[in-house]
């Protein structure tokens, strides 16, 4: 109904857990990006969804049937406690979806990462793979209550990003923002050549 084109299947790792990070426009998204991952690898992609999402019956119901680990962005002691999860679910071997903006773009632009993907990534030894998604927005974005159905949407995949050289090293908010951008930057480069 919406995928008209995915490229670079291949930089899905075959057997170790990772981070998928994308650019976020739609409640589409988490979904669309879901059901490529499961058509072509068979595997689950488990995401981190705002807390207050819980207290709508409908987003409840779909945060118990993906799994989703809820995070409270108010609360500084219950972020940590999500990003303790997460690092123990890419452990156990959980594919992580993560949403580095934090929320749907309001305009249809990539806007600045959180650095929470970048401390998840170094603290669990993870690699990060790096999604675009376009064409959700124009399909359905925040300001619409419903969404158009067209098959427009492009994804585009690209190489795992690894953060070995951190490794043991002291993180300080310089090295996260530094590793985030790059996150971004990459996110950027792809969304630009779909």
């Known amino acids: 109904l919406f995928i008209k084109e995915a490229k670079g299947h291949s930089n899905l790792p075959d057997n170790s857990s990772y981070i998928v990070a994308s650019n976020h426009a ?3 998204d988490p979904f669309l990006i879901a059901s490529l991952i ?3 690898k068979s595997i689950i992609v488990r995401y981190i969804g ?5 207290n709508k019956p409908l987003w409840s119901f779909i945060y118990n049937i993906f799994d989703v680990i809820p995070v409270n962005r108010n609360s500084k002691s219950e972020y940590e406690i999500t990003i303790k999860k997460t690092i123990k679910h890419l452990k156990d071997g959980s594919i992580i ?4 903006e934090g929320r749907r773009t309001p305009d249809g632009k990539i806007h600045k990462f959180k650095t929470g993907v970048s401390r998840i990534a170094i603290y669990s030894n993870a690699k990060v793979i790096p999604l675009a998604i376009k064409g959700t927005y124009r399909l359905w974005p925040r300001h619409n209550r419903f969404p158009k159905i067209s098959r427009i949407v492009k994804i585009k995949i690209g190489n795992p990003i690894k953060f070995d050289q951190y490794k043991n090293k002291k993180i300080s908010r310089k090295m996260l923002r530094l590793t985030t951008n790059l996150i971004r930057k990459e996110v950027t480069r792809l969304y630009s050549s779909i």
């Open 26 to 28: 739609s409640h589409l």
């Open 38 to 40: 499961f058509k072509k």
């Open 50 to 54: 705002k807390e207050e999402s819980l």
């Open 97 to 100: 979806g993560i949403f580095p």
